[in-house]
């Protein structure tokens, strides 16, 4: 009895915000595509790998550069997932007993332990679909979204791949819906029409597709197993206001009687988000990096020393994954500035806005900073292995 198995590559990933096919984005180092022919290389005798024609070329590269030996050909995808199916299905020739698992390349998480339940169960019935019992409640609506139904939770399931058949099952339905004008979601769905029965196995819930880009977080986080790779620095540091200069927070001049004293433009807040991350990988800190001896920091913007931090973090296969900046001044109101502050910020490191913080603070005229002697500034930030 073999096993064959038909993948679908044929995604445009219009929802990952991203120009090139989501199954050829990189995951950890490895593009999706890969990870999915990797999964499946232990049990598949024959792997067809359906895929639109120009994307056919860039896939054979990949499996080149990771040099996966696996008995492959390519097969055209369709206008629907059902003829892309049909189109992998018509490049086997198969025994009436073999095993074919259909998979989405997309979801490249999934397990061995997952794999093996499905091929048991068609051996066992033949059929095995992975499904993960519903948590939530569904509704039922007709098209005026007023609800008709009411599902009983304990039957539903939210159905995965891969999804096994024996060859004499799913290749007579398939051919039969294509001539029958049938249109399917999924492949157990053209048994169901003709009446067979599809037994479902427990599904996995890291088995996930990947849709929209939190998907590819998610996956790196399961991949990577989740917090245990995040580090987390902290960073202090404090500026004494005095006449005749510029108070620069976060990139932004702010117009005021003082400004910070400093080698450098002086930024408070900006020198403590540095130290939070360079804190973040034990790399030393600021003055290590960026010593105040240096004349070629004299009056420099921080932002730039920013983004060379950034750089250096990079350098060491971290990137920072959010930050919080506190900044603690009596005067001036800082409120009008903290959106160009977060956006300065937030460009330096390359992150989008909603992972950058930056609030202020009065001391309730207490210390140095009620006196206004100084400003002070602390920042935290949370760093990920960066995505190779
Ligand atoms: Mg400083």
Redesign the pocket.
């Given at each position: 009895m073999k096993t064959y198995v038909v993948m679908l590559a044929g995604g445009r990933g219009s929802r990952m915000n991203a120009s090139v096919n989501k199954i050829l984005m990189p995951l950890c180092g490895t593009p999706v595509i890969i990870r999915s022919l990797q999964a499946f290389s232990p049990y598949a005798d024959e792997t067809v790998i359906v895929a639109r024609p120009d994307e056919q070329k860039l896939i054979q590269d990949e499996i080149t550069r990771f040099g996966l030996s696996l008995p492959f050909r390519f097969a055209a995808g369709g206008e629907t997932r059902q003829q892309s199916v049909l189109s992998g299905l018509k490049c086997l020739s198969p025994d009436p007993s073999d095993i074919i698992l259909i998979h989405d390349a997309a979801r490249c998480l999934v397990s061995p332990d997952l794999i093996e339940r499905i091929i048991r169960s068609v051996a066992e019935s033949g059929t095995g679909i992975p499904g993960v019992p519903a948590t939530s409640t569904y509704k039922l609506c007709d098209a005026d979204s007023f609800v008709t139904d009411t599902p009983d939770r304990s039957c539903l399931y939210e159905i995965q791949t891969p999804q096994g058949f024996t060859a004499e099952t799913i290749i007579p339905a398939s051919l039969r819906a294509a001539e029958d004008g049938i249109d399917c979601t999924d492949d157990a769905c053209v048994l169901e029409h003709y009446g067979i029965p599809v037994k479902v196995v427990r599904g996995d819930p890291s088995n996930i597709k990947l849709t929209e880009p939190a998907d590819l977080e998610r996956a790196r986080s399961i991949l990577e197993g989740g917090a245990s790779f995040m580090r987390i620095g902290m960073g202090y540091?404090v500026?004494r206001l005095v006449e005749g200069r510029k108070l620069i927070l976060c990139g932004v001049e702010v117009p005021f009687e003082l400004g910070l004293l400093?080698h450098s433009d002086?930024d408070?807040a900006l020198?403590a988000l540095m130290d939070a991350m360079l804190g973040a990988c034990a790399l030393g800190d600021?003055g290590k990096h960026f010593p105040d001896s240096d004349e070629k920091y004299r009056g420099v913007s921080s932002v730039l020393l920013l983004t060379e931090t950034n750089r250096i973090l990079s350098e060491h296969g971290f990137a920072v994954y959010n930050a919080d900046i506190t900044i603690a001044a009596q005067k001036p109101k800082l409120l009008p500035y903290i959106a160009e502050m977060k956006a300065n910020t937030a460009q330096a490191v390359g992150l989008p806005e909603d992972r950058i913080s930056v609030k202020a603070t009065t001391t309730e005229k207490l210390g140095f900073e009620g006196r206004m002697e100084g400003i002070s500034a602390y920042a935290v930030c949370t760093v990920v292995a960066k995505e190779r």
């Open positions: 540091d500026h400093g002086a408070v020198h600021i």
